[in-house]
């Protein structure tokens, strides 16, 4: 019980503020969720290039990209389950301090990445052309609401954080419904309920669907209570995370296979021991804090380094692409992330304070 006591701390879906100790590292990390969370983005990453590249395949690399999104939205709900444990336990104010916490996380990048490709016209996708847009298209970027107004994205990846941005709305009464209950079949059994019946409203009243990926993100809560019992080697886990990511390799037809392979997954992902392989958890561990801008950055990346840098030799370019796949996610993370993590952080402290006790009129 203690490891995932320690974990509750841990580098978050997207990442809080963490503490440092005198040698300048991290405390309390998660091995486990930082190789979850670098196998999503990797994924991403993987089913991208390709369509960078012009390579003909019969896989279908979209379906892989959205399985790596559902790994990311199952960790998101769960460490940020874990999130709102720590700020409960700090006696704060925790809903508040939650979605001031999100705020500050998610906003400042996003912002940052709609700007930059609106003011340098870059595409949303490789080997189209840029296009105007109204404002409603624009603010729906910025504010990321664009799944309900049905305007596209600036970037092709920034899809899905509209639905992570309303599933936050929502996840703090997920987790005190788990909170009373402590029934994780349950929990993923509601997510699933609250999908089926939003399907079945929006076709009802002709509105785009809201929870189209409820069960991932309860999916995730569930494992939260989940009673952790790490009997099971660091080196199984790994074997285990292979076949998970594998999956994605499978075609499923339908969401409802991804899901089916997620649950089996998470049935045994507190069962498993921390990584300690130091070869494998460093790599895991930066690629993971750095996975945000990752995640945001490599679309417009691939395509200066493919598209607009034709005219060079391949190993220009090839220099080019991995100096901006490095740098830029390093630059983004110190420059953005971090510094308006730290600011959210203390004005959440301090709005979330309790009012001061008053006696007498």
């Not at 569930?222 to 999956?247: Q, T």
Request: net charge positive.
């Amino acid at each position: 019980m203690a490891q995932w006591t320690a974990v509750n701390t841990a580098i978050l879906a997207i990442p809080e503020e963490t503490s440092r100790d005198r040698g300048g590292r991290d405390e309390q990390q998660s091995a486990n969720l930082d190789l979850l969370r670098a196998s999503a983005v990797l994924l991403v990453f993987f089913s991208h290039a390709p369509y960078a590249l012009g390579v003909k395949s019969e896989w279908d690399f979209d379906s892989i990209g959205h399985y790596g999104v559902m790994m990311f939205f199952i960790h998101t709900s769960l460490v940020l389950s874990m999130s709102m444990a720590r700020l409960e336990k700090q006696g704060n104010r925790m809903v508040r301090s939650f979605y001031i916490r999100r705020a500050f996380r998610i906003y400042p990048l996003s912002v940052l990445i709609v700007l930059v490709h609106l003011a340098f016209r870059i595409p949303s996708w490789f080997q189209v052309l840029f296009q105007r847009q109204d404002w409603l298209y624009v603010w729906s970027n910025l504010l990321l609401f664009q799944n309900l107004v049905q305007r596209n994205s600036v970037t092709g990846p920034l899809w899905s954080l509209p639905y992570e941005v309303q599933m936050y709305l929502v996840l703090p009464l997920i987790y005190f419904a788990g909170k009373r209950f402590r029934y994780p079949v349950g929990i993923a059994a509601g997510g699933l309920a609250v999908q089926i019946a939003d399907q079945f409203l929006s076709r009802l009243f002709g509105y785009p669907p809201l929870f189209v990926y409820a069960p991932w993100f309860a999916l995730g809560v569930a494992l939260y209570f989940v009673k952790p019992k790490p009997r099971l080697s660091a080196g199984l886990y790994c074997g285990w995370l292979g076949l998970f990511v594998a999956a994605s390799l499978v075609p499923h037809g339908k969401q409802g296979g991804y899901y089916v392979t997620a649950m089996v997954f998470c049935l045994l992902f507190r069962r498993f021991r921390e990584i300690e392989v130091r070869w494998l958890c460093r790599p895991a561990h930066y690629i993971a804090r750095y996975s945000y801008g990752i995640y945001l950055s490599h679309v417009p990346i691939l395509w200066l380094a493919v598209e607009q840098m034709h005219a060079y030799s391949t190993v220009v370019r090839v220099f080019a692409f991995l100096l901006l796949m490095i740098a830029t996610p390093l630059l983004l993370y110190h420059a953005v992330e971090k510094p308006f993590v730290v600011l959210g952080a203390r004005l959440a402290a301090r709005v979330s304070k309790p009012a001061p006790l008053r006696i007498g009129g």
